[in-house]
Each structure stands twice: as structure tokens, then as C-alpha cells.
């Protein structure tokens, strides 16, 4: 049985979790960044923090992509000060969607799937997720989703289209990386 007073270093984190909080640490601060930038449709975001999200999942399975994103969406949330608002409940569920999709893409279609095609399936079901919620929530007009519901799901193919570039490149370094003894993070 461990002492709650053991010495440095003994019964220290693997590895991964440290990685995992790194990893969570960059997926908040480019929610944060992002956050900044002007949109002319709310909710309407690049959603920078997937590409960590992806990367993520990728290295570390559904249980690491899940932390990122929880972590990315409370500690953003409590910055912005809209824990528990509509905006919180809307990236909660947009997020959680999203990595559970995501997920579930690569693991069933690992061989038919790469970073770009996962990355915009999970932009798509983030943004259904929200479209979703936003009409059972908040709007209760049909019209309004279907109105916005075209701009937001093509946008979200771009960006999808982006983050996942932006994810391949990274995966590509790191096994780079691996290859050449070089430290992974």
C-alpha cells in the first residue's frame, strides 16, 4: 500500500497523463485564442482545440480525447464565465459528440479513414449536435436552423477539412520523431 508522503518521484505519472495534460493545456489555450476572433454566426468557431482533440485520440484512444475535450470545455467555460449557460451546454455537447463520433470512426473504419475524413465527421456531428440543441433549446423555429444550418455545416467541412490537415501533419512529426529517438512532446 502506498504512504500519501512517499518521496518525490516514486508512484509518479505515466508518461501519457502527462502528455494527456499537456495536450489539454494546448486545446484550452487555442479555445481561448479562437474565443477572440469574431464570428458573424453564433457558435460559429474553427474549432482549433480538435485538432488536439484528434491527435489525441489517435495517440491515446477515446479516454484521452474525452479528457481533452472535458478539460477544454470546463476550464474554458469557468475563463469565460458561462458554466452551466447555453454556451457551456452547447460545447459540452458538441465536444462529447464529436470525440464519441470521432472515436468510434477510427476504430471501426481505422483502414477506410485517415485525420482529414474523422476530422470533418466530427465537425459535422459537433455542429448537428449543436443545430440540434439549438433549435430544442433556445430557437423553436424550424426555419431559423434550416436558414443557418447550410453556411454552419459547409463551414464546418472547411474547417474540418483544415483540422484535420493540421492533425495528419502532427501525427506525421511525432512518428518522425519516434523514429529518430527524438522526444515526442
Known amino acids: 500500500m502506498k504512504s500519501i508522503s512517499s518521496p518525490v518521484g516514486a508512484g509518479s505519472p505515466r508518461p501519457e497523463v502527462l502528455h494527456?495534460?499537456?495536450l489539454s493545456a494546448y486545446?484550452?489555450?487555442l479555445h481561448s485564442i479562437e474565443a477572440l476572433i469574431p464570428t458573424p454566426v453564433?457558435?460559429?468557431?474553427?474549432g482549433l482545440a480538435n485538432i488536439i482533440t484528434l491527435t489525441t485520440l489517435y495517440l491515446y484512444?477515446?479516454?484521452g480525447g474525452m479528457t481533452v475535450t472535458l478539460t477544454r470545455v470546463f476550464i474554458r467555460s469557468l475563463l469565460a464565465g458561462t458554466f452551466l449557460g447555453p454556451a457551456f451546454i452547447m460545447s459540452l455537447a458538441g465536444g462529447v459528440v464529436s470525440t464519441l463520433f470521432m472515436w468510434g470512426t477510427i476504430t471501426l473504419?481505422?483502414?477506410l479513414s485517415g485525420p482529414v475524413?474523422?476530422?470533418?465527421l466530427g465537425?459535422?456531428?459537433h455542429n448537428t449536435t449543436q443545430l440540434f440543441l439549438a433549435y430544442f433549446l433556445f430557437v423553436r423555429q424550424v426555419e431559423a436552423i434550416l436558414i443557418v444550418s447550410p453556411v454552419i455545416l459547409i463551414f464546418g467541412i472547411a474547417t474540418g477539412i483544415f483540422n484535420g490537415m493540421a492533425t495528419n501533419m502532427i501525427l506525421k512529426k511525432i512518428q518522425q520523431s519516434k523514429?529518430?529517438?527524438k522526444p515526442r512532446f
Not at 42 to 46: E, F, Q, V
Not at 117 to 120: A, K, T
Open 42 to 46: 453564433p457558435w460559429l468557431r474553427l
Open 109 to 111: 473504419f481505422r483502414r
Open 123 to 125: 465537425a459535422l456531428a
Open 61 to 63: 484512444g477515446l479516454k
Open 20 to 22: 494527456i495534460a499537456l
Open 117 to 120: 475524413s474523422v476530422s470533418i
Open 179 to 181: 523514429a529518430g529517438g
Open 27 to 29: 486545446a484550452v489555450g
